[in-house]
C-alpha cells in the first residue's frame, strides 16, 4: 500500500472512531447511559458466549457481500446505494428458485446461489445501462429501485409466483438439499463466510492484476485521462454495476440458503445501507473490508445487548452508522471532485 493510501486509510479510520467512540459517548450521555458500561455491554454482546462470537461472524458475512459490490462500484467511481434492493431481489430469486425446482445438492445449491446472483446483476445492470446510455445518476437511480425491489419482490411472492407452502410474504422452505451447510454445527454460522473472504482474496486479484481492474481505477480516479486512453466509460459503467449488483444478489442468497431457508420480505434489516459504510472504511480494499465487516458485525449483534444491558437505544448504532456513511462519502466526493 502507498504512503498516499495508508495515510487516507489512516484518515479514514481516525474519523471512524472519533463517531464511533465520541458520538456514541455523546449520545449515551444524552440517554443517561453511562458510555462506559454501554460499550462493555457491546462487546460482551458480540464475544461474551460462543452464540454471540457466530453471531457477530453471521452479521459480517451478511454485510461483507453487498459491501465487496459496492466497492467494485464505487472503484468506478459510481456511487451504488441499491446494493439493498439487489440483495433483496437476490434472496427472492435463491428462495423462489430453490423451493420451485428441487435438485441434489450438487445441483440445487450452485442453482440457488446462482439465481440470486443473476438477479442482483440484472437489477444492478439498470442503473448502469442508465448511467452509460442517457447519463443518468446513478445515486438516484439506485436509490429509487431499493423501494421498487421491495415492492416487486413483496408483489411476485404473494401474487403471481406464491408458493404452496409458503407464508403470508415468503417462498416455501427450501428443501434441506438447497441449504447451505453449517460451518460450525447446529448454528447459523454457514459456508457464506468462506465463500465471502475467497470472493475477497478473488476481487483483490481482479482489482491489482487485471486490465479490467486498471479499467475500473482510471474510469473512477481520472475519467478524462481514462476516456483520452481508449477506456470506455459507458461500458465499463455498465459492467461495473452489474458485478456489483451480482455480489449484493449473492449475498442475499447467501442469507436464504444458509440462514433463513427461505425468502421472506423482511430479509434484510439494512445490510446494504450498513455495507456502504463497511466498503468507505475499508478504503475500498476487499481485504480491510473484511476487517470492516467484522467492526460492523460487532456494532450489528453487539448493539442488541447494548439495549437489553446498559439500555442504550437502539437508535445510536444507527446514528453511528449513518454519520459514518455521510462523513466518508462526503470525504469522498471532495476528493473527487479536487481531481476532476
Known amino acids: 500500500m502507498s504512503a498516499v493510501l495508508r495515510s487516507r486509510a489512516l484518515r479514514d479510520l481516525t474519523i471512524v472512531l472519533v463517531l464511533v467512540f465520541g458520538v456514541g459517548s455523546i449520545a449515551m450521555l444524552l440517554a443517561h447511559v453511562s458510555p462506559f458500561d454501554g460499550f462493555a455491554a457491546l462487546f460482551d454482546g458480540a464475544f461474551g458466549t460462543k452464540e454471540e462470537i457466530v453471531e457477530t461472524l453471521v452479521q459480517t458475512t451478511n454485510l461483507l457481500f453487498p459491501a465487496l459490490g459496492i466497492a467494485v462500484a464505487f472503484r468506478a467511481g459510481l456511487f451504488n446505494i441499491g446494493a439493498e434492493g439487489q440483495l433483496?431481489?437476490?434472496?427472492?430469486?435463491?428462495?423462489?428458485?430453490?423451493?420451485?425446482f428441487p435438485a441434489p445438492a450438487w445441483l440445487a445449491i450452485p442453482m440457488v446461489l446462482l439465481a440470486g446472483t443473476v438477479a442482483g446483476g440484472i437489477w444492478g445492470a439498470i442503473p448502469g445501462f442508465l448511467r452509460a446510455r442517457f447519463g443518468a445518476n446513478e445515486v438516484i437511480a439506485t436509490l429509487m429501485l431499493n423501494v421498487v425491489a421491495t415492492l416487486l419482490a413483496t408483489?411476485?411472492?404473494?401474487?403471481?409466483?406464491?408458493?404452496?407452502?409458503?407464508?403470508?410474504?415468503?417462498?416455501?422452505?427450501?428443501?434441506?438439499?438447497?441449504?447451505?451447510?453449517?460451518?460450525?454445527?447446529?448454528?447459523?454460522?454457514?459456508?457464506?463466510?468462506p465463500i465471502a473472504l475467497a470472493l475477497a482474496f478473488a476481487l483483490r486479484w481482479l482489482f491489482q492484476r487485471t486490465v479490467f481492474g486498471y479499467e475500473l481505477r482510471a474510469a473512477g480516479e481520472a475519467p478524462e485521462a481514462a476516456k483520452r486512453a481508449g477506456i470506455d466509460l459507458g461500458r465499463t459503467a455498465l459492467v461495473a454495476m452489474a458485478i456489483s449488483g451480482a455480489i449484493a444478489g449473492l449475498g442475499g442468497a447467501t442469507i436464504v440458503a444458509g440462514v433463513l431457508h427461505r425468502f421472506n420480505v423482511g430479509l434484510s434489516p439494512g445490510y446494504?445501507?450498513?455495507?456502504?459504510?463497511?466498503?468507505?472504511?475499508?478504503?475500498?480494499?476487499?481485504?480491510?473490508?473484511?476487517?470492516?465487516?467484522?467492526?460492523?458485525?460487532?456494532?450489528?449483534?453487539?448493539?442488541?445487548?447494548?439495549?437489553?444491558?446498559?439500555?442504550?437505544?437502539?437508535?445510536?448504532?444507527?446514528?453511528?452508522?449513518?454519520?459514518?456513511?455521510?462523513?466518508?462519502?462526503?470525504?469522498?466526493?471532495?476528493?473527487?471532485?479536487?481531481?476532476?
Open 88 to 100: 433483496v431481489l437476490g434472496g427472492f430469486a435463491a428462495g423462489w428458485f430453490g423451493a420451485q
Open 272 to 340: 446494504g445501507f450498513i455495507a456502504i459504510a463497511v466498503a468507505l472504511v475499508g478504503n475500498l480494499d476487499p481485504l480491510w473490508i473484511c476487517v470492516a465487516a467484522l467492526g460492523f458485525g460487532i456494532l450489528q449483534s453487539g448493539g442488541i445487548a447494548m439495549q437489553a444491558e446498559a439500555e442504550v437505544p437502539r437508535q445510536v448504532v444507527s446514528l453511528v452508522t449513518g454519520l459514518v456513511i455521510i462523513a466518508l462519502a462526503g470525504r469522498r466526493v471532495v476528493a473527487t471532485q479536487r481531481t476532476t
Open 155 to 193: 408483489y411476485l411472492v404473494t401474487g403471481p409466483l406464491q408458493q404452496a407452502g409458503g407464508g403470508a410474504q415468503e417462498t416455501a422452505l427450501l428443501p434441506k438439499a438447497a441449504q447451505l451447510g453449517d460451518l460450525i454445527a447446529d448454528s447459523r454460522l454457514t459456508w457464506a463466510l
